[in-house]
């Protein structure tokens, strides 16, 4: 059970992919973190020593404070933030009982950047991937949609990464979508995560016979597409609707519907 002023990484793990999912802060020393350079989904790395410069980021907002072993460095950085009026709590057991629990770590050498730039008027690959990034990977990254022949050019320029593009490194690879590139790339191998890629490969490859949700999302992702003429906006819309996705298939699967209803 945590303990006071803690959470759990089980507790963490479901926290993680939600709209409101807290902002994680990792402060392990650089030795530490030279021996494993892995984060937790969505952490940034921040000086235990500097960690009141990042309260105009986190005022408001829900915050966990991780260090390598969940002691000395994640609870003292966590009370001064409490000192100042934010809602802080230390990762129990630190990155090691992450590590330990088997919950995905991401690589930092695999996150190219916080810009990625690809075709505007998306549909599926192209909502769904950067709804992965922002829930899992950079809460803070900015995508830019531009017409499919300067997506490479202003990639190269704005020092972006071009993603969903034909032949790119960031892109559908054989029977695969750009999506399932990036659970791979990024370590992201949860059972949530990987039913989901499959409806949005089945979707954005027109291969409805590999899951039955596939005819619902294509509907819907034309739809948003429809509905929104600025793509930023369609962005902000489809967040929402890959949010629902993720929640059905973390823990929704079982539920279906009638009429008339029966009991649950």
């Known amino acids: 059970m945590p303990g006071f002023n803690t959470i759990s990484p089980k507790n963490l793990m479901r926290l993680i992919g939600a709209p409101a999912a807290p902002i994680l802060i990792d402060v392990c020393i650089d030795a530490d973190f030279?021996?494993?350079?892995?984060?937790?989904?969505?952490?940034?790395?921040?000086?235990?020593?500097?960690?009141?410069?990042?309260?105009?980021d986190l005022r408001g907002h829900r915050t966990v404070i991780i260090c390598q072993k969940g002691k000395k460095l994640s609870h003292g950085a966590a009370a001064l933030l409490r000192s100042e009026g934010i809602e802080?709590?230390?990762?129990?057991?630190?990155?090691?009982?992450?590590?330990?629990?088997?919950?995905?770590?991401?690589p930092v050498d695999a996150i190219p950047g916080s810009l990625w730039v690809t075709r505007h008027r998306p549909k599926i690959d192209r909502i769904a991937c950067p709804w992965l990034i922002r829930r899992f990977v950079d809460p803070m990254a900015r995508f830019l949609f531009v017409p499919p022949d300067d997506v490479d050019e202003v990639a190269q320029k704005f020092g972006g990464t071009a993603f969903d593009m034909p032949g790119g490194d960031w892109s559908h690879q054989g029977d695969n979508c750009t999506f399932d590139t990036m659970l791979a790339r990024f370590h992201l191998d949860t059972e949530p995560l990987q039913t989901m890629a499959k409806v949005i490969r089945a979707a954005d490859t027109n291969a409805h016979d590999l899951a039955p949700q596939?005819?619902?999302?294509?509907a819907l992702s034309v739809?948003?597409?429809?509905?929104?003429k600025d793509d930023l906006e369609q962005l902000e819309h489809g967040m929402t609707l890959y949010d629902a996705l993720y929640r059905w298939a973390r823990d929704g699967q079982d539920e279906g519907h009638d009429w008339p209803a029966t009991a649950a």
């Open 88 to 106: 802080a709590e230390a990762l129990e057991g630190g990155n090691f009982a992450w590590r330990d629990a088997g919950l995905p770590l991401v």
């Open 223 to 228: 739809g948003l597409s429809r509905a929104w």
């Open 34 to 56: 030279e021996d494993d350079p892995r984060l937790i989904p969505t952490a940034r790395r921040h000086p235990h020593d500097r960690i009141l410069n990042l309260l105009d």
């Open 214 to 218: 596939a005819a619902g999302l294509l």
